[in-house]
């Protein structure tokens, strides 16, 4: 393993997601960090998107209040038009809708409902066009969260989809409800028939281009100065969402029964 062999060389880790194809080596690349005390990044560059920023300020600032329910959604049709496509098609490399690309979304909603996760159920299915025949898994996928605080949340992750990139965001709390880039707060007073508006750029391409790296990886060197770990991605951080993406899968493979976090092996 590449990164495990970086980390005992005593090298700081910059990885790109998923970080492993099973939860076993992704908990093993976790150890070798901490074990060598070197620093860590994972490429869930979402989280420095100028969308989810403003989402988390909206959060932070108290605008929806105590969240109790929240959804993001990845739709982004992974076809022949697009070079991840070829590669993307095996069980091996691609491994299941939510590990190849929506993880995005579900790291997204962990970071918005902002408590540890209690247990999943999960459902995929594939789509009969002839386009995605060449998947050797099934290409969408829903998952239900029940979160220690008592939350629950939603992610489907959908790269069999023929329509344009959708990051799906609504999140409900008890001062408001945010939708994309629109939301309403009571702490506001403002007329709850009718959205705000929030000016930010939108996550609608899945081309890396127009993925915020820079910003994501700036942070990890300004962290690496300072002798912290790295903000929103970090490995210990990002070990959470890969442990919930895994018991997801575990769930769609059993038809949906529902799995503790807590009894991964």
């Known amino acids: 393993n590449q990164a495990v062999a970086a980390a005992n060389a005593k090298k700081h880790v910059i990885l790109e997601k998923p970080m492993a194809n099973s939860l076993q080596e992704v908990r093993e690349i976790a150890a070798a960090v901490k074990a060598n005390g070197v620093k860590g990044c994972v490429c869930f560059e979402c989280r420095f998107s100028g969308q989810m920023l403003s989402t988390k300020a909206v959060i932070e600032e108290g605008l929806l209040g105590s969240l109790h329910y929240g959804e ?3 739709y982004h049709g992974i076809g022949p038009w697009y070079g991840q496509f070829r ?3 095996g069980k091996k490399d691609g ?3 939510l590990l190849t690309a929506g993880c995005h979304a579900l790291d997204a909603l962990l970071m918005c409902m902002g408590s540890e996760v209690e247990s999943v159920s999960s459902f995929s299915t594939k789509s ?3 386009i995605f025949k060449p ?3 099934n290409t969408s996928s829903v998952t239900i969260l029940n979160f220690k605080n008592g939350a629950v949340g939603k992610c489907a992750a959908i790269v ?3 329509q344009p990139y959708y990051f799906h965001t609504h999140l409900v709390g008890s001062h408001g409800s945010l939708l994309d880039n629109k939301f309403h707060s009571s702490k506001l007073g403002t007329d709850k028939s009718k959205w705000s508006e929030l000016s930010m750029k939108m996550l609608d391409s899945g081309d890396v281009s127009d993925h915020p790296y820079e910003t994501q990886f700036q942070a990890f060197f300004d962290a690496l100065d300072a002798g912290t770990d790295m903000p929103l991605t970090s490995i210990a951080e990002s070990l959470r969402t890969f442990e919930v993406v895994f018991a997801a899968d575990k769930s769609a493979e059993q038809g ?4 503790k976090i807590a009894d991964l092996a």
């Open 160 to 162: 069999d989809c023929l």
């Open 256 to 259: 949906g029964k529902p799995v």
């Open 72 to 74: 993001v959604d990845y």
């Open 87 to 89: 590669w993307n098609v």
């Open 135 to 137: 998947y050797e898994y």
């Open 95 to 97: 491994g299941s809708a």
């Open 128 to 130: 009969a066009s002839d």
